[in-house]
């Protein structure tokens, strides 16, 4: 694996854990903010989990395609 082909995909990994992190943001505040569960509860625990699990399929899926 070359230099340039490293470099792409420790790219990619960090701009899909920041949309990773900022839909599950989103996704979080309005559970929170009407208190459909607490702060560091297990509900919060599981959107962040289940939001990385879709994250991580998607992803693969396109870095499949992108052929990096």
Known sequence: ????KSLKTILYISIWV???GSIASVIDFPLLKNGIYDEGGIGQYLTFSITAFISILGAKNIFNRLNL
């Open 1 to 4: 694996m070359g230099k340039n």
């Open 18 to 20: 920041i949309i990773w």
